[in-house]
């Protein structure tokens, strides 16, 4: 008896001794994923350039609105430019762009901080939720480690600041129940998410989310707080589009409704799943506990409406961010999972009684799928100091086409080839093609605003938005017509034009409608092929044999 | 108002996933017929049928939990 006593007592032991040993590996692994991820930040809040094609047209809706232009104008005018996003995240940006003009820095350090923000704030849903503080710290943590958010965390783009807005209105309104002041949670909440759907549409899922567990709830009150809440979101939506001419519903709903591919979304989600599959695990165990044995929470409600909406990461321009807004709710139902197996803290329903006594191995094994998602998380710089020695260590090599870098998530299509650490050899060939655009004073055609900026110029067009458009222009309408931009290439009035092609490419190509590639190739000849950030810049000045206007 | 509002009950909840599950079903062979191609399912088409199915299974599911709030 005393002899089977003791060989529990120590088999307990041992598994408490293997959970605080799986939680020490899990911290040091993330601990490291923090570290590449503030080194990755920093190195391209220091970056002058684009990094991610497109960073610089949103830098570009910035300038606009701090000049108090409208972003949202007509394409087929000179300079054939809008921008296809709300505008929330570029009007924060203003006071930068007055103090500091037209910089990459400071939108980059604000979305980078916006991530922050984000970790934070699951890791104080998590707390909340189960006081477990380490556990709330590893699923903050989870939510930076991810291969995705590290990807966008640092950059330009207002994507990861609706994650926060986001995440702040899910993580305001759960404790709705317990509250005195509902009607206080309930109004920060909706402008929390009013404020996340003018980042960027995408948020409409969050939006939809939380109304739908309102709804269930209280279904009367749902409806009440709907209500004004369409109104004052439809109302401003409608007061910009009349205000634009229309321009606004072209260039933010009719130029993202683009061609759909579903292998590119089936290769995402089985990259999703493979990357973040230990936590989704447990994301998906708590989602099935409130379903079957408790009330849904507002995370598991928001987790299935983010998983839905990834369906859209199969559209054409769309790619891994759109898996963002899951990740955050995963990373809080994951942590709550595992504070309430490592705080023995479940109301367990009499059917899963027996449960109680697999608690401890639970743990163990809640605290191994935190080490299995850090393990397969990783990405890591080879050529800096100590990274180097860890991807030694650990036996790591490029996988991916920068030679320094390694990214466990490989590639699919959609999946943005970035994450590496822009070399000096980037920034001074960068600087090598802002010379070609300084070179004439006409103005340039970039697909990179960058160049355009560091010389000076005008930025003209916005490839991307021209190609969704001209592509969805049907015989009946027309949404953009080339043919003012076609005569201004056919007529040299471009000094350079600078197009962005994988290495190893021979032929023009470029995110403009193809006509207008057309044109640049009757007008241009290529001068210069130059390397950055593991692509090829083409630099293309007029046909000599043609004559200048 | 918060005191006599209707909360939503597994029940309810599983009815409301049977309902839209159903819908979603009968839309998408809908949409097919409209278009003349009834029958001749493209992969979208079929994984959407087959997420309607689960949809309405999952419901199903539900109904025996009663009037616990959803």
Do not use: E, I, N
């Given at each position: 008896m005393i002899g089977t006593l003791e060989s529990a007592r120590s088999a307990q032991r041992a598994l408490l001794i293997a959970q605080r040993a799986l939680l020490g590996i899990a911290l040091l692994f993330m601990a490291l994923h923090l570290a590449v991820y503030f080194v990755y930040a920093a190195h391209l809040i220091a970056?002058?350039?684009?990094?991610?094609?497109?960073e610089g047209f949103e830098l570009n809706d910035t300038i606009l609105l701090s000049q108090f232009q409208s972003p949202y104008r007509d394409n087929a005018v000179y300079p054939f430019y809008a921008s296809n996003y709300p505008p929330l995240y570029h009007v924060i940006l203003v006071p930068f762009a007055w103090l500091f003009g037209a910089e990459y820095w400071y939108g980059r350090l604000v979305s980078f901080v916006t991530t922050l923000i984000t970790a934070a704030a699951i890791g104080y849903a998590v707390q909340r939720d189960t006081g477990q503080r380490i556990v709330a710290l590893l699923s903050g943590c989870a939510f930076l480690a991810s291969n995705y958010i590290y990807h966008i965390?640092?950059?330009?783009?207002q994507h990861i600041s609706m994650i926060m807005l986001e995440t702040l209105a899910v993580v305001v309104i759960a404790p709705l129940s317990q509250s005195a002041r509902p009607r206080r949670l309930i109004l920060l909440s909706l402008a929390l998410l009013l404020a996340a759907g003018y980042t960027k549409q995408l948020a409409v899922a969050t939006v939809a989310a939380v109304f739908i567990w309102l709804f269930l709830r209280g279904v009367r009150r749902a409806i009440a707080w709907a209500i004004p809440f369409a109104a004052i979101a439809g109302g401003l939506f409608l007061l910009i589009d009349w205000s634009t001419g229309g321009q606004w519903w072209l260039n933010i709903i009719t130029a993202n409704v683009n061609q759909y591919i579903l292998g590119q979304y089936v290769g995402l989600l089985a990259q999703f799943v493979a990357l973040h599959g230990a936590l989704l695990l447990l994301a998906g165990l708590m989602l099935v506990y409130e379903l079957y044995f408790d009330r849904l929470s507002v995370y598991s409600v928001w987790f299935v409406a983010a998983m839905l909406n990834?369906?859209?990461?199969?559209?054409?321009?769309?790619?891994?961010?759109?898996f963002a807004t899951a990740i955050a709710a995963m990373c809080i139902l994951a942590g709550i999972f595992a504070g309430r197996t490592l705080g023995n803290a479940w109301r367990l329903p009499r059917l899963l009684a027996g449960m109680q006594r697999a608690m401890p191995a639970l743990s163990v094994a809640v605290c191994a799928a935190f080490v299995l998602y850090s393990a397969a998380v990783i990405k890591l710089p080879l050529d800096m100091p100590i990274f180097a020695q860890i991807a030694q260590l650990l036996g790591l090599q490029s996988n991916?086409?920068?030679?320094n870098f390694y990214d466990s998530a490989g590639w699919t299509m959609g999946y943005a080839t970035l994450g590496q650490i822009p070399t000096a050899q980037d920034i001074a060939n960068g600087w090598r093609i802002v010379e070609y655009a300084k070179a004439d004073p006409r103005p340039i055609l970039s697909e990179e605003a960058a160049f355009s900026f560091r010389s000076g110029k005008p930025v003209v067009t916005n490839p991307t938005q021209l190609l969704n458009l001209y592509n969805n222009n049907t015989a009946e309408r027309t949404l953009y017509d080339p043919a003012a931009l076609i005569a201004m290439i056919e007529a040299r009035a471009f000094s350079a034009v600078i197009l962005r092609r994988e290495i190893g490419q021979t032929a023009i190509i470029g995110f403009y409608p193809p006509p207008v590639l057309a044109a640049i190739e009757r007008a241009y000849t290529l001068h210069q092929a130059i390397p950055m950030n593991g692509y090829e810049y083409t630099v293309l000045l007029p046909s000599a044999e043609r004559n200048l206007p | 108002m918060g005191t006599t509002d209707l909360v939503i009950t597994k029940r309810m909840l599983g009815a409301l996933l049977i309902a839209l599950g159903a819908l979603a079903f009968i839309g998408i062979l809908l949409l097919d017929a409209l278009r003349g191609t009834l029958g001749d399912f493209g992969p979208a088409q079929a994984l959407a049928l087959a997420g309607s199915l689960g949809l309405g299974l999952l419901g199903a599911s539900l109904l025996p939990l009663g009037d616990r709030p959803a």
């Open positions: 970056f002058p350039f684009d990094y991610d094609q497109g965390g640092p950059l330009f783009r990834t369906v859209l990461a199969g559209k054409w321009g769309a790619g891994d961010s759109y991916t086409k920068f030679p | -």
